[in-house]
């Protein structure tokens, strides 16, 4: 009962494959959109705001619907990128990335941007007096002091990443080993007469994975509110 | 020598101040609310006045007319805060040694070992600035300010936040940092404290300043907490 087939390991792998890719290249981006939010004032920030947060209150099928109408083949976007650098998205694995990683995305910015908030200016303030350009007072003071929330976004965006469904499937469709990851997997085996045990065998694997990373993060957040204001 | 000329709006508060330092310790004595800390805010860099300008010697550091307006990691000034403002996620090693680093300057040995012994804080070095106390903290914050081999020193209210006696604890050492080489502004609105401390008084009331000179700007009735 507990030992995977061939192909629940592909969609397993698959979706982790997915996950950390979708994470890891957010990254990034999340943590610079949530410091412009957290500490600029500029010309459409409101703009900016609804745009990253959009995918939280869209119904998934609808980010799918739009990220196919750029990203497809003949999208906008896609189109451009297939024909210059060879990037192709349409019911690719990248594809699933790209919608894990847009799915993922608010709930990230928005963990990082509250712990950015949270670091005092004025620390940030007597870093740049000290000699710290921009760049270096970002690097050493606000970057290090908003670790936690940079470690509950990533566990938040990782998450979503792992149990994104309706935008994924809108978007790459549902192909074994390529875009079918574990929530598609349980999707399709709970629609065919003998997939229940294999389903039940998904179900008990992305309880094990949600289950990890919470306590990793949990552990990783302790470590790293010790390493800021501990004892010792 | 540091020439300020500077006027600034900050909400209904209209600051306007001309004054100029010589080496030493040059107290901005005024009472709380008259806009000593945005006057040295504007001297670091960390606030932009409206008009005028900055000179520190030869070097420009402001000039709202020619759209002079050096940044201040480029001012190369030491800022020792009211509050201490010690970095939670660092020890006070790395505290006293962040300007040097930032500013890129070669290691000194000999100076840090002085600086520390001067401050009395080399049993702090391991420990993370949570578990200072008010004094030490303060103590250190002198400590990374001075490391970072300012060209000008900036102490706000460096005793405010502390206890009458914590402020005779650290007192001494700012007596000690008269015989610093690096001229100094402190800014305070206790006039003992100044008394003992400076050696130039710019009296600073309500956005203006309202004089220039020595100890007998200094009224007779300010508090002894310090006598």
Known sequence: MLSLSPDEWTAVLLSLRIAVVATTVALPFGIAIAWLLARKDFWGKALLD???????????????????????????????????????????WTGAALACGVMGFPLMVRAIRLSIEAVDGKLEDASWTLGANRFLVFATITLPLALPGIIAGVVLCFAKALGEFGATITFVSNIPGETQTISAA????????????????LALVAIAISLVALIASEWLARRADIRLHGVG | MLTVDVEKQLGAFALRVKFETRDGVTALFGPSGSGKTSIINMVAGLLTPDRGRIM????????????????????????????????????????????????????????????????????????RPGNLSGGERQRVAIGRALLMRPRLLLLDEPLASLDAARKREILPYLLRLRDETVPMIYVSHHAAEVKRIATAIVRIDNGSVTGIGGAELLSTADDDALA
């Open chain 1, 50 to 92: 609804g745009v990253v947060h959009l995918p939280l209150v869209l119904p998934p099928v609808v980010t799918g619907y739009l990220l196919l109408i750029a990203f497809g083949r003949r999208g906008v976007i896609g189109a451009f990128l297939a024909d210059w650098l060879g990037i192709v998205f349409a019911f690719r």
């Open chain 2, 56 to 127: 520190f010697g030869p070097t420009l550091w402001f000039d709202a007319a020619g759209g002079v307006s050096a940044p201040p990691h480029r001012r190369g000034i030491g800022y020792v805060f009211q509050d201490g403002r010690l970095f939670p996620h660092m020890t006070v090693a790395h505290n006293l040694d962040y300007g040097r680093r930032m500013y890129r300057l070669p290691r000194e040995p000999d100076e840090q070992a002085r600086i520390v012994a001067m401050l009395d804080i080399a049993h702090l070095l391991e420990r």
């Open chain 1, 186 to 201: 349980i999707y399709t085996y709970t629609q065919t007469p003998s997939g229940d045990a294999a389903a039940a065998r």
